[in-house]
């Protein structure tokens, strides 16, 4: 069988095109970890090394506008657990969230449609309908134990993960139980499991609420641009794939090529 191959001058220019894809595709997956490690770190900074109240309890700028500064106590005080920032408290888990149980959807059952199923494992399908609206936060429960997903849009998680009903602003929730080290809390030696009430007594710190809406301001703003960064990933990454056997064959010139890539940077 006799396969017809471009010329090397074409196929240069043939992987100059899918280059510049795939270096568009990998900036964009590094912008999306660099603004998830942004909102990480301010969660961090605010509610679990109280940097702002330590700056300003010592004197020092924090670093923050005046009017997020201001939010924040000047100063820490000891309490039987730890120190705290003056106003905050403690309390547990389930005074922030609750983790809903899922419901079963077994594969034979699901109709094509747009809204992603999850499983303590991640996307493992999509259905006609959701059972809860976006965004949404899905805890694993069994199997793969503790993990935790952002969904921005409506989905259906089922019945071996729990989705949070939150308390406080949805973003906080989120970035709290990334720090509850979820993944180490199997309960069960036959099937790995999570028992939320376990979760529940984990005992967390809970901020003023002025300083958690301004946190939730800044993450969303941060989640977005996320969002944006890896739907153009995935359009990119898409246009690639079916860009390659249209070139390959000549299906495709590649002068009309690269003016389609052009409008798609």
């Not at 939320?196 to 300083?211: F, H, M, T, W």
């Not at 739907?231 to 010139?253: C, N």
């Amino acid at each position: 069988m006799v396969v017809g191959v471009p010329d090397s001058a074409e196929q240069r220019a043939i992987a100059h095109i899918l280059g510049a894809l795939d270096d568009k595709i990998e900036l964009n997956r590094k912008m999306a970890a660099t603004l998830e490690a942004m909102a990480r770190a301010i969660f961090k900074a605010w509610f679990v090394d109280f940097e702002p109240v330590r700056a300003k309890q010592d004197g020092r700028d924090p670093g923050l506008p005046p009017r997020i500064a201001d939010l924040f106590p000047d100063r820490l005080v000891e309490t039987e657990e730890d120190e705290i920032p003056e106003g905050w408290q403690w309390g547990t888990v389930a005074d922030v969230l609750e983790l809903a149980y899922g419901k079963a959807l077994k594969a034979t059952d699901r109709r094509p449609g747009p809204f992603p199923v999850y499983g303590s494992g991640g996307i493992n399908g999509y259905h006609d309908s959701a059972l809860v609206g976006g965004p949404a936060i899905i805890v694993g429960r069994k199997g793969s134990v503790g993990t935790i997903y952002w969904e921005d849009d409506p989905c259906f998680p089922i019945d071996t993960v729990f989705y949070v009903v939150p308390r406080l602003a949805l973003t906080f929730c989120f970035y709290l139980l990334e720090t509850q080290g979820l993944q180490g809390m199997n309960t069960d030696a036959a099937v790995p499991g999570l028992n939320r009430s376990n979760v529940y007594r984990l005992e967390v710190v809970i901020p003023d609420g002025a300083v958690v809406k301004e946190f939730d301001q800044i993450a969303r703003n941060l989640r977005s641009r996320i969002r944006i960064a890896r739907e153009e990933e995935r359009t990119l990454a898409a246009l690639r794939d079916t860009l390659l056997p249209k070139l390959i064959s000549g299906e495709l010139r590649v002068k009309d090529a690269k003016k389609f890539l052009e409008r798609a940077l």
